[in-house]
C-alpha cells in the first residue's frame, strides 16, 4: 500500500485513527439505506456519517446492530439540528440520536448549520457541554466560515476536530483550508465529487487514466492529498468500492496544480437556495 503523502495539516480525528473515507448516508432511509450500508462495511468502510436532519439515524442503529462490525472499530459521525440549538432542546435530542443509533456515544459530533440570524455563542457552548457529558468523543462544526472558525476556537476549551464543509476541486476553499490550517481545525468534506460534476472536465479522466482510476478517484485523491478527509455515498456497489480505493495511488505535485487549476471554477452546490441555514461564504 501507498501511504498516503499529504500536504502540510493539523492533527485530524479522521486521518490519524483510519478513518478519512467516511460512508455518507443522506438521503438514504429504509432498506435502500441497509443494502448500501452493508455494502460499505463489506468494501472496508468503517467511518460513517449522519445527522437528525438525515431523519435516518434509527435505520443506520438497526443496520449496524445486525453486522458483525465491534464498536471500537467503528467511527460515527451525527449532526445536530438547528432547531435543537436551545437549552431545552440539545442534550435531549443527542440522547435521542445516541438511541436511535443504539450507541452509548458518537466519534463525533457536529453543530450541522449555523444558526440563522442569531448568535452561534449558544449552540457551541451546548456543544461543549455535550462533550463534558461524554456524549460525544470529538465535537467539531459543519458549514462554517473561516471568522466563525476563529471566534469558535476561541470560544471554547474543548478542541473542535474538523469543520465539514463542502470540498471539491470545483470549488475555491483556500481561504477555509489556510485557515483550518492555522487554527489546527481539520476539514471534511461532502459533496466530494461534485455530484458527478467533476466526470464532465475531461482532465480528472486523462490523469486517472495514467494512474489506472476513474475521474471520481482523482478528484477523491486530490481532497485527500490537501489533508481534507471524504465523505462519499452510493447504493451501487462498484461506486461505493470505487469511492473507497483511493490510497493506493498518490497524485504528482504537477497533477495536484493541474486539479488545483479548476478551483477557480467555483461551483458551490450548497447554498441559501437549496439550505436556508447556509452562511454568507467568506
Known sequence: MILLHLEDRPVNIYFDQGYERSFGTFPLKGEQLAAALNIAIEVGYRSIDTAQMYGNERDIGQSLSSLDVPRNKLCITTKVHPDNYSEKLFIPSIEKSLTDLRVDYVDVLLLHWPP???????????????????????????????????????????????????????????????????????????????????????????????????????????????????????????????????????????????????????????????????????
Open 116 to 282: 440563522v440570524g442569531e448568535q452561534i455563542e449558544t449552540s457551541l457552548k451546548l456543544l461543549e457541554q455535550a462533550y463534558e457529558k461524554k456524549l460525544a468523543l470529538n465535537i467539531g462544526v459543519s458549514n462554517y466560515t473561516a471568522k466563525m472558525m476563529i471566534f469558535a476556537t476561541q470560544l471554547l476549551d474543548a478542541p473542535l476536530s474538523t469543520n465539514q464543509v463542502e470540498f471539491h476541486p470545483l470549488l475555491n476553499q483556500d481561504t477555509l483550508l489556510a485557515t483550518s490550517k492555522k487554527l489546527e481545525v481539520p476539514l471534511s468534506s461532502y459533496c466530494s465529487v461534485a455530484r458527478g460534476e467533476i466526470t464532465k472536465y475531461p482532465l480528472f479522466d486523462k490523469i486517472g487514466k495514467r494512474y489506472g482510476k476513474s475521474a471520481s478517484q482523482v478528484g477523491l485523491r486530490w481532497s485527500l492529498q490537501k489533508g481534507v478527509s471524504i465523505n462519499t455515498m452510493s447504493t451501487k456497489m462498484e461506486n461505493i468500492k470505487s469511492n473507497f480505493d483511493v490510497i493506493d495511488f498518490t497524485l504528482s505535485s504537477n497533477d495536484m496544480e493541474r486539479v488545483g487549476s479548476l478551483t477557480t471554477i467555483n461551483r458551490r452546490l450548497v447554498n441559501k437556495d437549496l439550505v436556508p441555514w447556509a452562511p454568507k461564504w467568506d
